[in-house]
């Protein structure tokens, strides 16, 4: 299941050793995604600092995020929240949620973040209520990111930010053959490819993809 993310990269290493390294908080989740052979789906510690660094630039005080695995994502954006800030974390697998609430539990940052259990084409429904949000991370089933960009598109407030990872699909995007997954599906690359091209239109948004290893497209909503 665990993808390389560039760990065996020395520039990513670099990256990491200096710029994102892990408190024991990180690391714990790490171990327990390791220990149950996930380590590698959730974001690297560089990919981290960069979700924490556009929390902060963008002062967000209220953050969705579309597939939270164990938490470590979230840990990472929710220690650059506010005090009174609002991380509200969706994930389908039961499994995966239970652990997501019982690792960020023990972190300082556990108060503002709110785990919620169900597949995401529901539950954000449920959570339009509580917006309009500073800003909408996806990062769950690829095959989704359409209907996620279609929710984040009515429910992040003007000026905030959605931001998708894993938008290189895997190497599949642009086609390099050194880097591309079998399992990933014709329709999969067809959403992805409308995601990225949805967010590159200038007029809805001021958007970039940030070349991390997996691609991490940034938008800031206009
Ligand atoms: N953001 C995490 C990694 C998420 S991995 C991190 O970087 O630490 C993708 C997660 O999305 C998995 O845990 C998976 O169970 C979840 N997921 C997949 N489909 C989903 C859906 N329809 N709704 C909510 N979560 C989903
Ligand atoms: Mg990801």
Same mark, same amino acid.
């Given at each position: 299941?665990?993808?390389?993310?560039?760990?065996?990269?020395?520039?990513?290493?670099?990256?990491?050793?200096?710029?994102?390294?892990?408190?024991?908080?990180?690391?714990?989740?790490?171990?327990?995604? =390791?220990?149950?052979?996930?380590? !590698?789906?959730? $974001?690297?510690? %560089?990919?981290?600092?960069?979700?924490?660094?556009?929390?902060?630039?963008? =002062? +967000?005080?209220?953050?969705?995020?579309?597939?939270?695995?164990?938490?470590?994502?979230?840990? #990472?954006? +929710?220690?650059?929240?506010?005090?009174?800030?609002?991380? %509200?974390?969706?994930?389908?697998?039961?499994?995966?949620?239970?652990? +997501?609430? &019982?690792?960020? &539990?023990?972190?300082? /940052?556990?108060?503002?973040?709110?785990?919620?259990? !169900?597949? +995401?084409?529901?539950?954000?429904?449920?959570?339009?209520?509580?917006?309009?949000?500073?800003?909408?991370?996806?990062?769950?089933?690829?095959?989704? %990111?359409?209907? %996620?960009?279609? #929710? &984040?598109?009515?429910? /992040? =407030?003007?000026?905030?930010?959605?931001?998708?990872?894993?938008?290189?699909? *895997?190497?599949?995007?642009?086609?390099?053959?050194?880097?591309?997954?079998? =399992?990933?599906?014709?329709?999969?690359?067809?959403?992805?490819?409308? *995601?990225?091209?949805?967010? &590159?239109?200038?007029?809805?948004?001021?958007?970039?993809?940030?070349?991390?290893?997996? !691609?991490?497209? $940034?938008?800031?909503?206009?």
């Amino acid at each position: 299941m665990s993808h390389d993310r560039g760990e065996s990269n020395p520039t990513t290493n670099y990256i990491n050793s200096l710029f994102a390294p892990e408190d024991e908080k990180l690391q714990s989740i790490r171990l327990a995604l =390791r220990q149950d052979n996930k380590e !590698g789906i959730n $974001v690297g510690p %560089y990919e981290g600092k960069i979700l924490n660094l556009l929390v902060t630039l963008s =002062r +967000a005080k209220s953050i969705v995020e579309i597939g939270t695995l164990y938490g470590y994502s979230a840990l #990472w954006m +929710a220690r650059a929240l506010p005090a009174n800030g609002k991380l %509200y974390c969706l994930e389908v697998d039961k499994e995966n949620a239970a652990k +997501a609430k &019982a690792l960020l &539990a023990k972190t300082e /940052v556990t108060s503002k973040i709110e785990v919620i259990l !169900g597949d +995401a084409t529901e539950t954000l429904a449920g959570l339009a209520s509580k917006g309009p949000f500073d800003m909408c991370f996806i990062d769950a089933n690829k095959s989704g %990111y359409m209907d %996620y960009l279609e #929710w &984040a598109d009515q429910n /992040v =407030r003007s000026g905030g930010l959605i931001v998708g990872d894993n938008t290189f699909l *895997f190497g599949n995007l642009i086609k390099d053959k050194s880097n591309s997954n079998s =399992r990933v599906s014709e329709n999969q690359i067809k959403v992805m490819k409308n *995601f990225n091209e949805s967010l &590159a239109d200038p007029k809805k948004y001021t958007s970039v993809i940030l070349p991390t290893v997996e !691609g991490m497209t $940034v938008a800031i909503k206009n």
